[in-house]
């Protein structure tokens, strides 16, 4: 019963790490949310409002239903080397009462702005990739869902 065991692990062994990621899909935050795109809507009369400047990709996750459930997700795995990290989310989508969502964060850690979008329910596993940016307070991420 073992060898026949050891035959499929010898196979996967030597498939190309394309064939094993094929089915991944690639997801992409706006890079950036521009200061001119900012509505102030509940400000009171005697006060001006503007933001002052762009605001920068820091961060990515995943919500169970939109953003304003604030039922934010917490990675199943993250991992660090030097100054890359790797947060990975394991999911059942039977659990996702609201959906599953892609939240985007910007201006800083804490997300003073989120972007977000539902995404298809059939994804079971979710990446996101850390690299440090040049541009201050903004992080390159990279999001991979199967």
């Not at 200061?35 to 990515?60: C, H, N, P, T, Y």
């Not at 996101?128 to 040049?134: A, D, G, L, M």
């Amino acid at each position: 019963m073992k060898k026949p065991f050891c035959g499929i692990l010898l196979i996967v062994g030597v498939m190309p790490l394309s064939t094993l990621t094929a089915d991944a899909s690639q997801l992409a935050c706006p890079d950036v949310v521009q200061a001119e795109s900012i509505q102030f809507m509940k400000v009171k009369s005697e006060w001006a409002a503007r933001a002052v400047g762009d605001f920068r990709l820091s961060s990515a996750g995943f919500n169970d239903g939109p953003p304003e459930k604030l039922a934010a997700l917490k990675p199943s795995l993250v991992a660090s080397r030097g100054k890359q990290s790797l947060e990975t989310w394991v999911f059942d989508p039977s659990e996702f009462s609201g959906g599953l969502w892609l939240v985007c964060g910007y201006g800083g850690p804490a997300g003073q702005i989120t972007l977000a979008k539902q995404l298809p329910s059939s994804y079971s596993v979710c990446s996101v990739r850390y690299t440090p940016s040049v541009k201050a307070g903004a992080q390159n991420i990279a999001i991979t869902c199967r």
